[in-house]
C-alpha cells in the first residue's frame, strides 16, 4: 500500500504552506517495526530548517492568523477534526506501519485526534478572563492572549493523540506551531499538517520538520523566536529542553512518563478491574507514558489476581501491526533491546506467565512477548524504572499504609488508580497518591481528552488535555484602567 496516501510527500517538511525539501537535502530511513523494513525516506532537518520554519509561523501570526477570530480558530479546528475522522482507515494504517501499532488501537487514536480538535474547536471561543475589584476608580480585567510561536516536540508512541492534546490546544489559543514529530515516527504528523491545510489552516499556522532529536529537536528548544516549548518523551530529554529554553527563559510543559500504579484493595471487584489491570499495561505493547505498570494487590487477594492476571497474559499474541492482534511490535530494535534487558534484569524473580510471539511474525520485526513478574520487592529496578514495554509486576501489600508508600515509592507521579469499594478509602486516597491523575475503580477513563493531564517528580509538569491546557498556551495580561469619577 502506498505510505503517501494523504497526498502529502513523506520525505519533505512542511513549512509555510508549503512541502519543500530540508536544506542540506538529506533524508532518513523510517523502519517498519513489524518486519524491519524500510518503509521510506524521511526529511533529516536540521536548525536551517526549523529557523524557516520558525519565520514562518511568525509570518502567519503577523498575517492572517493572527488577525483570526477565536470564532474563526474554532471553525477551523472542527473542520480538521472533520477531515481527520474521514480518513481514519488512511490515517490508522500509517500510523500503523509507523509504529507497529494494532489497527484497531491505532483506529483508537484517529478518533482520539478528532476528538481533540472537536473539543479544542468547543473551547477556543470560552478561553477569557476576569474582572477584578480594586481601588476606586479603577477597572481591572484580564486577557488571555497566545504566547506567540509554540515549539512541539512529540515521541513516537502516540503521535496522533499528542498532536491532538498539544498542536490543538495551542491553536485553539492562537499560537502558531513548529512541531517536530519523532524520527521513529513522523508520518501521521505530516498527515495532520496536510489535511490542516486542507482543512483551511492559514498558512504558517502549522508547521513540521522531521529530523533527529538532537539536530531538529535541539534547534528548536534552543530558537530564541520559540515562546513556549511543549515536549512529551524521556526523562533525559526532558532535561535538555527545558536547560535550552531556560536560556531564552521560555516556559515549557514536560511529560516524561511514569511508573503508574493501580491498587487493589481487600474489598475490591477484581473481576471489574481485571481488563484495566492487563490493558493498561500491554496497550501499545507497554509503549504508554501512562501505562500502568505496577499492579498492587492486598495480601488477601494476592494470589486471586496474579492467578487471573496470568490467565489473561497466557492469551495475550504479539505480531505484526495488520494483524490487529493485543500486542504489535515494539517500535524498533533498540526498543526492543532496551526491555529485553529490563525483562533479563528480572533474573532474580518469579515470572507468573508470558504472552508469546506469533509464528508468522518477520524475524525482522521488533517483537518481545507481554511478561507478567510476581512476587517483586517495591525497591526492585523493574518495580522502580519506566520499561515502555509490555511487562508489568505485581507487589503485595498488607496494609493502605503500606500501600500509599509503595504506590509513592517511586521518582515519578503521573496516574494512578484505585479498586476499592470503600467510599472513604477513595476520598482518602485520591489526596494522598503522588499523581497527576487519579483514577477510581477504572484506570485510563476512556482516553481522557477532556481530563487535565500531566505530572510531578520526573513526571514533568505543567497540564495537557481538557481545558486547563489553554491556560499553559496562553499568557495572562493584567489590564488596570484608571477613569478618576468626575461629577
Ligand atoms: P525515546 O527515548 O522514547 O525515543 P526521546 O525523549 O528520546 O524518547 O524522544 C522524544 C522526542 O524528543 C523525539 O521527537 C526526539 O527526536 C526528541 N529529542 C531527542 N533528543 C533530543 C534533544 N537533544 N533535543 C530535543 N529533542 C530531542
Redesign the pocket.
Same mark, same amino acid.
Given at each position: 500500500m502506498s505510505i503517501e496516501p494523504l497526498g502529502m510527500d513523506a520525505a519533505l517538511c512542511f513549512i509555510g504552506g508549503k512541502w519543500c525539501a530540508p536544506e542540506t537535502g538529506q533524508t532518513l530511513d523510517l523502519i517498519n517495526p513489524s518486519d524491519g523494513s524500510t518503509l521510506c525516506a524521511i526529511a533529516r532537518g536540521q536548525a536551517a530548517d526549523i529557523d524557516a520554519a520558525v519565520t514562518s509561523a511568525e509570518a502567519a501570526l503577523a498575517s492572517d492568523w493572527g488577525r483570526a477570530t477565536a470564532v474563526e480558530r474554532g471553525r477551523v479546528l472542527a473542520r480538521i477534526g472533520a477531515l481527520v475522522l474521514e480518513n481514519i482507515e488512511e490515517l490508522a494504517q500509517l500510523e500503523a506501519l509507523d509504529v507497529g501499532k494494532p489497527l484497531t488501537q491505532a483506529r483508537a487514536d484517529v478518533v482520539a485526534l478528532a476528538r481533540y480538535m472537536e473539543f479544542y474547536a468547543g473551547s477556543a471561543d470560552k478561553l477569557h478572563g476576569a474582572t477584578i475589584p480594586y481601588l476606586d476608580g479603577y477597572t481591572v480585567y484580564t486577557l488571555r492572549e497566545p504566547h506567540g510561536v509554540t515549539g512541539h $516536540? $512529540?515521541?513516537?508512541?502516540y503521535p496522533m493523540q499528542i498532536i491532538g492534546r498539544s498542536v490543538g490546544a495551542a491553536l485553539a489559543v492562537g499560537n502558531a506551531c513548529v512541531l517536530?514529530? !519523532? =524520527? =521513529?515516527a513522523c508520518l501521521t504528523a505530516l498527515a495532520f499538517a496536510e489535511l490542516a491545510h486542507r482543512a483551511g489552516l492559514p498558512t504558517g499556522a502549522l508547521n513540521v520538520v522531521p +529530523? $533527529? +532529536?538532537?539536530e !531538529? @529537536? !535541539?534547534a528548536?528548544?534552543a530558537h530564541p523566536g520559540v515562546h513556549h516549548m511543549s515536549?512529551? +518523551?524521556?526523562v @533525559?530529554?526532558?532535561k535538555? $529542553?527545558q536547560t !535550552?529554553a531556560a536560556q531564552n527563559v521560555v516556559p515549557v510543559t514536560l511529560e516524561l512518563g511514569g511508573k503508574s500504579p493501580q491498587l487493589v484493595f481487600e474489598d475490591a471487584d477484581v473481576d471489574a478491574a481485571l481488563p484495566f489491570l492487563v490493558n493498561a499495561g500491554i496497550q501499545n505493547a507497554g509503549q504508554t507514558c501512562s501505562a500502568s505498570s505496577r499492579i498492587l494487590v492486598h495480601r488477601n487477594r494476592y494470589d486471586e489476581v496474579v492467578s487471573k492476571m496470568a490467565g489473561r497474559y497466557g492469551a495475550l499474541r504479539a505480531g505484526p501491526a495488520l494483524d490487529d492482534l493485543e500486542v504489535g511490535p515494539l517500535v524498533s530494535g533498540r526498543?526492543k533491546e532496551i526491555v529485553e534487558e529490563f525483562i533479563a534484569k528480572g533474573a532474580d524473580l518469579e515470572v507468573a506467565a508470558q504472552g508469546h510471539v506469533v509464528e508468522r511474525a518477520p524475524s525482522g520485526g521488533a517483537y518481545v512477548a507481554p511478561t507478567l513478574f510476581t512476587g517483586v520487592a517495591p525497591d526492585h529496578r523493574l518495580a522502580q524504572d519506566e520499561i515502555?514495554g509490555p511487562v508489568q509486576v505485581v507487589i503485595p501489600f498488607d496494609d493502605e499504609a503500606q500501600a500509599v508508600q509503595i504506590a509513592n515509592g517511586t521518582d515519578f507521579g503521573l496516574v494512578a488508580s484505585v479498586w476499592s469499594e470503600n467510599g472513604a478509602r477513595q476520598m482518602r486516597l485520591a489526596k494522598k497518591l503522588r499523581a497527576g491523575q487519579v483514577f477510581i475503580n477504572n484506570y485510563g477513563a476512556g482516553g481522557g481528552v477532556e481530563l487535565p493531564f500531566g505530572g510531578t517528580g520526573l513526571s514533568g509538569h505543567g497540564r495537557e488535555k481538557g481545558f486547563e491546557a489553554l491556560y499553559g498556551f496562553s499568557s495572562l495580561k493584567t489590564v488596570a484602567a484608571f477613569h478618576a469619577e468626575k461629577d
Open positions: $516536540i $512529540i515521541p513516537w508512541n517536530k514529530p !519523532a =524520527e =521513529e +529530523g $533527529i +532529536g538532537a !531538529a @529537536g !535541539a528548536l528548544s515536549f512529551t +518523551g524521556s @533525559g530529554v526532558g535538555l $529542553i !535550552a526498543q515502555f
